[in-house]
């Protein structure tokens, strides 16, 4: 299984970014994905899930409404669209792949900063 994000960076309050999760070594049409954040010091926390073939997402409440989760398992990749971003929103993301047991991906830096 491996994981590679892609797509982060620095950006000002209310910009947006959309991240990537290219993922290989599993049937990746049939695996729940999985995104999640982590600051220094701070637990991993999830940010937002999308089911195998994409009919059905959920989201972290502090994301609602701001973040959508998509995927192309023609490409098998997820994504991860962030828009309204705001200071808080400044951690490294991972993708997960939840087969068998959970692979995550290295990171991506996300930095939300006037």
């Known amino acids: 299984v491996q994981l590679v994000e892609s797509g982060g960076g620095l950006v000002q309050p209310g910009g947006s970014l959309r991240l990537s999760c290219a993922a290989s070594?599993?049937?990746?049409?049939?695996?729940?994905m999985n995104w999640a954040r982590q600051v220094p010091g701070k637990e991993r926390e999830f940010v937002a899930g999308i089911s195998d073939v994409g009919g059905s997402t959920n989201y972290a409440d502090s994301v609602k409404g701001r973040f959508t989760i998509s995927r192309d398992n023609a490409k098998n990749t997820v994504y991860l669209q962030m828009n309204n971003l705001n200071p808080e929103d400044t951690a490294v993301y991972y993708c997960?792949?939840?087969?068998?047991?959970?692979?995550w991906g290295q990171g991506t830096q996300v930095t939300v900063s006037s």
């Open positions: 070594g599993f049937t990746f049409s049939r695996t729940v």
């Open positions: 997960r792949a939840d087969v068998g047991g959970s692979y």
